[in-house]
């Protein structure tokens, strides 16, 4: 098979989303092992096209970068309009997967996306007016045309056969897997302090504000460290001795921020998966996470589990994640080894193959 695979978002600073982008790609391109031809495609800016080669350079894919002024305005026109066909700029192919950034039309071909979230449908007012329309109308046009939809757990498959009203056969379940680079050995951050990590964009479904409610409850002797670039929406005031914020974190980078840790803090009220949990276990660390179903399966059984809007919960739950360190940490190491790129490229590949 010919399998294009739309790379957009790796043309920005990675995180959730971008980070799935590659790692997925690097998992098909490991369960294809040669024996299908995989391009990775993505028309964007002249900046953005540098990124994108050095997110794909390695990988046994072909790189098809078209450089675009008005890259974002060009992406969003030729969704709407529906034309010309994908093939045009790509040539044949056998299936096309397009990402969060555009829905490209194609004449023939297993057609294909992947959803990590409905926040914009099931909590519009956690996301700006430009995201609510440009996801809003990729939903439309997944939920009308694809022949299948990927999502990154189950509880998100059960959110797009709800409010897609996409049927369950179309829907196929592509864990994210944790990259090699979060692991218990390796460089730890030192802040000065012992400290509390959070890590996400600054936003209103992120939760610090209660966070930090929690944290001046009782500190329990920990800074708090808040990794993450600005999102929208009124910014939390992270000031004071012991509130370190440290801003947006390379990918490459924040291994070395949860090892350094002594428990992570995951108060969001709401996520597709939670790949922050996962990648926090993998470093051995202890973690405390909101009670909202769609985290159970980042979770498992191995992290504290607290009710996001209540600090008092949330400052007990970091107590109890430190009384439980080494139980935490043995649990959480196993869970996450279940998460790998492979088995997320493995099950992707095996849908077209089927579909196919």
Request: with cysteine; net charge negative.
């Amino acid at each position: 098979m010919r399998i294009v695979f739309d790379v957009t978002p790796l043309s920005h600073p990675r995180t959730g989303v971008g980070n799935y982008v590659l790692g997925s790609l690097s998992g098909l391109a490991k369960a294809a092992a040669g024996k299908h031809e995989l391009v990775a495609w993505a028309p964007t800016s002249a900046a953005g096209a540098r990124l994108v080669a050095e997110a794909i350079d390695g990988m046994p894919v072909e790189g098809r970068i078209v450089r675009l002024p008005f890259a974002h305005a060009w992406r969003t026109l030729w969704s709407r309009a529906g034309r010309p066909p994908a093939e045009r700029f790509v040539g044949p192919f056998d299936a096309l997967h397009f990402s969060d950034w555009m829905f490209p039309p194609q004449r023939s071909g297993i057609r294909s996306t992947m959803i990590h979230d409905l926040v914009p449908l099931r909590f519009p007012e956690w996301t700006t007016p430009r995201t609510r329309s440009m996801h809003g109308a990729k939903y439309r046009n997944a939920a009308r045309t694809c022949d299948l939809v990927f999502v990154n757990s189950r509880y998100t498959g059960g959110e797009t056969e709800e409010l897609l009203g996409v049927s369950a056969d179309r829907i196929r379940v592509a864990h994210p897997g944790v990259d090699s680079r979060f692991r218990p050995e390796g460089e730890r951050a030192d802040l000065g302090r012992p400290y509390a990590v959070t890590v996400a964009t600054l936003e209103p479904r992120k939760n610090l504000e209660t966070l930090l409610a929690a944290h001046r409850i009782d500190s329990h002797g920990l800074a708090l460290a808040v990794v993450g670039g600005e999102g929208w929406g009124p910014q939390p005031d992270v000031q004071g001795d012991d509130l370190l914020r440290l801003g947006f974190v390379a990918h490459e980078e924040l291994a070395q921020y949860y090892r350094g840790a002594e428990v992570l803090v995951v108060p969001s009220r709401f996520e597709g998966f939670g790949m922050t949990v996962v990648e926090g276990m993998a470093c051995g660390i202890p973690c405390v996470v909101s009670s909202h179903p769609s985290l159970d399966e980042a979770c498992g059984d191995a992290a504290v589990r607290i009710d996001p809007d209540d600090p008092e919960a949330i400052s007990a739950g970091i107590g109890e994640a430190l009384a439980r360190r080494d139980e935490l940490r043995a649990r959480g190491l196993e869970h996450a080894r279940a998460f790998t790129w492979r088995a997320c490229g493995a099950a992707m590949l095996a849908a077209f193959e089927e579909a196919a």
